[in-house]
T-cell receptor, first 113, second 116 residues
């Protein structure tokens, strides 16, 4: 059974700092891994999708990496801004479970001005 | 392109009442998911449809929850009767399919349910 874990659960950093969010998963049989952002009271916004054959994806100040063999992904945020404050969720699409999308618990990020 | 539409945005009901949520996925998306997200937790999959067939409903409390996706387009999730622990945000998502290329999921704004 696939399990997804995100560390840390919460993170507070000063504006301008570079930071890394971690995601680990137990079953490497995945189609892809997706990072989402969730603002309070809102739905999920897709940030990046990394296919299982890829090592990383970049979008603006965001860079996500994937090491499928070790079951790890990281989301790197460069030059953080107060507007980056949100909860970040990673999710894996499971190959062996009909593409079931399984989420971690999320990392709540606060960027202080 | 229009995103995933959900309604209502908010709902407050008393325990033992019934409630229904509606979701219209992105046009052409064959896969539709319903998730329950309790405050402070990650989303938990309730049910996954591929067109109008159920792929996974292993975590759907079938004694009180039901879902349908008639004609393989929009979907309805129902709770009857509601319990206090059903208070959560109910999220709907869709994707083109469930193969390697088409699994990127897009979410609606969610319905926040409060059971009192």
């Amino acid at each position: 059974k696939q399990e997804v874990t995100q560390i840390p659960a919460a993170l507070s950093v000063p504006e301008g700092e570079n930071l890394v969010l971690n995601c680990s998963f137990t079953d490497s049989a995945i189609y892809n891994l997706q990072w989402f952002r969730q603002d309070p009271g809102k739905g999920l916004t897709s940030l990046l999708l990394i296919q299982s054959s890829q090592r990383e994806q970049t979008s603006g100040r965001l860079n996500a990496s994937l090491d499928k063999s070790s079951g790890r992904s990281t989301l790197y945020i460069a030059a953080s801004q107060p507007g980056d404050s949100a909860t970040y969720l990673c999710a894996v699409h499971n190959y062996n479970q009909g593409g079931k999308l399984i989420f971690g618990q999320g990392t709540e990020l606060s960027v202080k001005p | 392109e229009a995103g995933v539409a959900q309604s209502p945005r908010y709902k407050i009901i008393e325990k033992r009442q019934s409630v229904a949520f509606w979701c219209n996925p992105i046009s052409g998306h064959a896969t539709l998911y319903w998730y329950q997200q309790i405050l402070g937790q990650g989303p938990k999959l309730l049910i996954q449809f591929q067109n109008n067939g159920v792929v996974d409903d292993s975590q759907l409390p079938k004694d009180r929850f039901s879902a349908e996706r008639l004609k393989g387009v929009d979907s309805t999730l129902k709770i009857q009767p509601a319990k206090l622990e059903d208070s959560a945000v109910y999220l709907c998502a869709s994707s083109l399919g469930i193969d390697r290329v088409n699994t990127e999921a897009f979410f609606g704004q969610g319905t926040r349910l409060t059971v009192v």
